[in-house]
């Protein structure tokens, strides 16, 4: 799970007549970032590294090494109380209520429409829920979430903590060498987690919270750990000659060959969980028994089909397709691009958009306006390059 909404300025803007000065803020490893050569960019109202050496290469290294990437933007929150994981249920379409401690789930925040507020990840950390949001929404989802929860469950917003991300084939091996430490016993050490299995773990006297999880497509791991310990940690990972730090575009660029949607690009409030591609989201029981936001229009869709669908796109040549870009078929408008850019990994231009269902299917053959000029485009199915994450304890 990414973010992408619009960032916060430093400017002075007005509203009516009175002028309002929004605050950028900075993340803990600010000042490492910018020690390492970091290219700093406003994004998600902090000030945070687009590129170090170059987005193809930091985007190439995590394929094949590992890359770290600072999301201590991201909004770390903790459910808890009596009933908090069936309370959860009636505002996301997942099955919380039936998470095992240490067990993560992919989820997503409707509003009354069933449109998406947000995507999220949700970890049941035995005593509490503990849930991970975008940053550039984070507050409106605190606000959405404590005016919907009862009022006898209690959320917190952790604003002190750090979340890091080590992606790539040789993330596993770079933290298995770091001495951490599981901090209950019957945890596996940190290698024998698998996908979207989480715990307790100690490193150095610092407590992590680790979970085997990413948006890159690749296996690896995202850890939380105190604001104050971020630094030494993040030193110790790129002491190791398979780490590297990667900046915001590789970010990106990973997650969209990994198919992945961004929040503010691809999802939105006037999208929904079947037009997404993310009806897996929507598990089993809650199939049956519904009792989310939008349920009813929801579930029949999943029935009927969506009128719109989003899906992957390969153009032709080198020139790529960028958010917003009109998409035809035959000369008749059927969709917009929402994410779009070169693929290193790929060695093309790729996208995803949405268009009319008709025209969803793999193998279409579409047309995207780019600057004037229509160039070829082909659906394809998703994910662009293929995901590598380990489901199995080795």
Known sequence: ????????????????????????????????????????????????????????????????????????????????????????????????????????????????????????????????????????????????????????????????????????????????????????????????????????????????????????GEDGFEISLPAAAAEAFADALTAAPEVKPVGLGARDSLRLEAGLPLYGHDLSPETDPVEADLGFAISKRRRLEGGFPGAVDILAELVDGAKRKRVGLTLEGKQPAREGADIYAGGHHVGVVTSGGFAPSVGGPIAMGYVATEQSHPGTILEIEVRGKRLMATVVPMPFVPHKYVRKAV
């Not at 998406?116 to 550039?136: E, K, R, S």
């Not at 409106?140 to 790539?168: F, V």
């Not at 091996?173 to 940190?190: F, Q």
């Open 1 to 216: 799970m990414t973010d992408g909404e619009c960032v916060m300025s430093d400017d002075t803007i007005t509203e009516g007549e009175e002028a309002v000065a929004l605050e950028v803020l900075t993340l803990p490893l600010d000042a490492w970032h910018r020690a390492k050569g970091a290219r700093m960019v406003e994004f998600a109202g902090y000030h945070m590294p687009i590129q170090y050496e170059g987005i193809m290469a930091e985007h190439l290294w995590t394929r094949e090494n590992a890359g770290l990437f600072d999301v201590s933007h991201m909004g770390q929150l903790q459910i808890a109380g009596e009933g908090a994981a069936e309370a959860l249920e009636t505002l996301v379409p997942g099955d919380i209520s039936v998470l095992k401690p240490g067990r993560m789930r992919y989820s997503l925040l409707l509003n009354e429409e069933g449109g998406i507020l947000d995507d999220l990840m949700i970890t049941n950390a035995g005593d509490h829920l503990y849930v991970v949001v975008n940053g550039a929404v984070k507050h409106d989802d605190i606000a959405h979430l404590r005016e919907e929860l009862p009022d006898d469950i209690t959320l917190n917003y952790d604003e002190d903590a750090a979340l890091l991300a080590l992606q790539g084939p040789k993330a596993v091996e770079v933290l298995t060498r770091l001495g951490i430490k599981p901090a209950v016993d019957g945890l596996p050490d940190v290698g024998g987690l698998v996908f979207m299995q989480a715990g307790p773990y100690e490193w150095n006297g610092v407590p992590l919270g680790i979970s085997r999880s990413g948006y890159t």
